[in-house]
Structure formats: C-alpha cells, structure tokens
C-alpha cells in the first residue's frame, strides 16, 4: 500500500513482514503544463526536461551524485535510468533512479534526490510532477510525493532517504530552489542534512 506524502512527513523503509527491503527505485514523472490562449492552439505543446539526480553524502560531506552525466555511482550502488528529454510519456516514469540499499557504502547515510529544469522552464510550465519510491523487487509503490502548484522556481529538492535505526527512511522534503543542475542545488540541499 502506498503512502501519500506530504511536505516534512518521514517513513521507515524497514518492512515489517516478508523479505527485507533491498533496493528501491526513485521515479519521477511530469508533463508540460498546458498552453493557454490562440498561440497555444497553433504552436502546440512544449517539451520540458526536467533531470532526477540522487547526491550521496557521508554527514554533511558531498561524497557522489548520480545523475544524467554520470549513470552509475562510483561505487555501483545507485544507478539512474537515462536522461528524458521531454517528459509526459504517460507510460510510467519518464526518470528513474535505483538504489541497492545493501551495498550502498556504510559511511554514505543519506542519499537526496533533486528535479530541476535543465533547460530553465520554471514549474509553472510543469504538470503533474510525482516522485515515487517503490520497491524494486516487486514494483510494489512505497511511496508518492507529488508536486502540488508551479513557482517560478526551476528546481526542487524532492527527498531523501537516510539511515535510522539499523535500516532507512525516506523523508519528503518538497522545497523550491533554483539552478539548471544539482551543483547550482547544494546550497539548498545542505539544509536539509
């Protein structure tokens, strides 16, 4: 059963019953808000590209990222989908990044995943953009943070799961930040540590 999350609101990633929870699969999904007006009708819709990226830290340290330069963690333990272009399939999520939480390195205790706009669309010309977590092993949906209103923001630092209590926990953060890629995001991710 999924959880739908709301802006600050923590889940523990530990099952309670069945096999441990070994790696989950971040996705993210949107689409181009809809034109308005006579030149919507004539010029159609827009492509967005919104880019998922994961950035491991070790406390407070930058320690990896993984995003659409760079598909796979040092270390093999996280690994992203493939950058999308454009956005909307409509066929599931558009980014993906997973996390194989067992070999994930033991001195990495929390993994933030951002959005942001390469191409510099705010969110206001973004709909219907999620980020789910699911277990990877049964595609089963953990859960969903979906981001509400747009913003003149070009970013958002979506989540993140961190080690707690011998296992994991995944906490939506849900706020707006500005930059084209998770290095312009670090200032604003570092908050949230």
Not at 26 to 49: C, H, N, V, Y
Not at 125 to 131: D, I, N, Q, R, T
């Amino acid at each position: 059963m999924s959880v739908n999350l709301a802006k600050g609101q923590q889940i523990s990633l530990s099952k309670s019953e069945g096999p441990a929870l070994t790696v989950v699969r971040m996705g993210l999904g949107w689409q181009a808000a809809p034109r308005k007006g006579f030149l919507a009708k004539l010029t159609g819709s827009r492509e967005i590209d919104l880019d998922a990226s994961a950035v491991l830290f070790a406390g407070q340290s930058y320690a990896d990222v993984v995003f659409f330069r760079h598909l796979v963690s040092n270390d093999g333990s996280v690994r992203h989908s493939g950058d999308n272009l454009v956005g909307g399939s409509g066929q599931g999520d558009d980014e993906s990044i997973a996390v194989d939480l067992q070999h994930v390195p033991s001195q990495v205790d929390q993994i933030v995943f951002t959005v942001n706009s390469f191409t510099g669309q705010t969110f206001a010309e973004v709909s219907s953009a999620y980020c789910r977590l699911l277990d990877e092993a049964t595609g089963q949906e953990l859960a969903r943070y979906t981001l509400a209103g747009g913003g003149s923001h070009t970013a958002q630092i979506m989540a993140k799961v961190q080690r707690a209590d011998g296992g994991w926990r995944l906490t939506a953060i849900g706020e707006p930040a500005t930059g084209r890629t998770f290095q312009d995001l670090m200032p604003a991710i570092s908050r949230h540590l």
